[in-house]
């Protein structure tokens, strides 16, 4: 990155394509920004696939780091088997399966490839970005998939990670629509498909960028 660049980390999407169109043209990273999305980017809401078609075209505007989330995990994993489908389709899946028309054959291998390529997490000097926790005193490549998918921060966040850095996390929602401060963790998840807000965090200025499920009521405001 150089001098000037700015780095955004943005919250669980799930399937609401108005609400991330909105937000990243809200923000509008140029070239040089990188944008880090933390993955659950599928089920529960209306439009899955479109969000997937929206992150490969933008992908193409700035860098853009895709992280996995358990969503992921649970659409990858639905390939495997019967039982693995069905639990994916109660956990939100259903909704992503009607996006494609009814059937995982409606899937463009495009949609595929994006979904393995997605990242258990990713670190620059200043930060790294996790999906859902992470145990403070392991490396980021040696998180067991527990942490890095599936564990929410209740019944309170883990300490600062043994490498010092500021942690950016996605997965626990936070129902007030505000990104939660806990010092060393912003936890950015705002529940967009629950009626919250998307939002989109700057890292270094710790500004925050959101709008609501439908795309509408652009704000911004700074944590500290």
Same mark, same amino acid.
């Given at each position: 990155?150089?001098?000037?660049?700015?780095?955004?980390?943005?919250?669980?999407?799930?399937?609401?394509?108005?609400?991330?169109?909105?937000?990243?043209?809200?923000?509008?990273?140029?070239?040089?920004?990188?944008?880090?999305?933390?993955?659950?980017?599928?089920?529960?809401?209306?439009?899955?696939?479109?969000?997937?078609?929206?992150?490969?075209? +933008?992908?193409?505007?700035?860098?853009?780091?895709?992280?996995?989330?358990?969503?992921?995990?649970?659409?990858?994993?639905?390939?495997?088997?019967?039982?693995?489908?069905?639990?994916?389709?109660?956990?939100?899946?259903?909704?992503?399966?009607?996006?494609?028309?009814?059937?995982?054959?409606?899937?463009?291998?495009?949609? +595929?490839?994006?979904?393995?390529?997605?990242?258990?997490?990713?670190?620059?000097?200043?930060?790294?970005?996790?999906?859902?926790?992470?145990?403070?005193?392991?490396?980021?490549?040696?998180?067991?998939?527990?942490?890095?998918?599936?564990?929410?921060?209740?019944?309170?966040?883990?300490?600062?990670?043994?490498?010092?850095?500021?942690?950016?996390?996605?997965?626990?929602?936070?129902?007030?629509?505000?990104?939660?401060?806990?010092?060393?963790?912003?936890?950015?998840?705002?529940?967009?498909?629950?009626?919250?807000?998307?939002?989109?965090?700057?890292?270094?200025?710790?500004?925050?960028?959101?709008?609501?499920?439908?795309?509408?009521?652009?704000?911004?405001?700074?944590?500290?």
């Amino acid at each position: 990155m150089t001098a000037g660049s700015r780095i955004f980390a943005i919250g669980d999407v799930h399937g609401c394509c108005d609400a991330l169109a909105a937000l990243l043209a809200q923000i509008a990273p140029r070239a040089e920004d990188m944008v880090v999305m933390l993955g659950d980017y599928v089920d529960r809401g209306p439009d899955s696939a479109g969000v997937i078609d929206l992150l490969i075209e +933008w992908s193409g505007r700035t860098q853009m780091i895709f992280l996995r989330g358990n969503h992921e995990v649970m659409m990858l994993n639905s390939r495997t088997s019967s039982e693995q489908r069905h639990f994916w389709r109660e956990c939100g899946g259903a909704e992503t399966m009607e996006s494609y028309g009814g059937s995982l054959n409606n899937v463009p291998q495009s949609h +595929w490839d994006f979904l393995l390529a997605t990242a258990p997490y990713f670190e620059t000097d200043k930060f790294f970005f996790v999906h859902a926790n992470y145990q403070y005193d392991l490396p980021l490549k040696d998180q067991p998939p527990l942490f890095l998918y599936w564990e929410h921060l209740r019944p309170a966040p883990p300490p600062q990670h043994e490498n010092g850095k500021q942690a950016f996390v996605g997965h626990t929602p936070q129902k007030d629509g505000l990104p939660g401060d806990f010092g060393h963790l912003i936890a950015a998840d705002t529940f967009c498909v629950g009626g919250g807000k998307l939002t989109a965090v700057e890292c270094n200025l710790l500004e925050c960028f959101q709008v609501d499920r439908d795309g509408t009521e652009p704000s911004n405001f700074w944590l500290r």
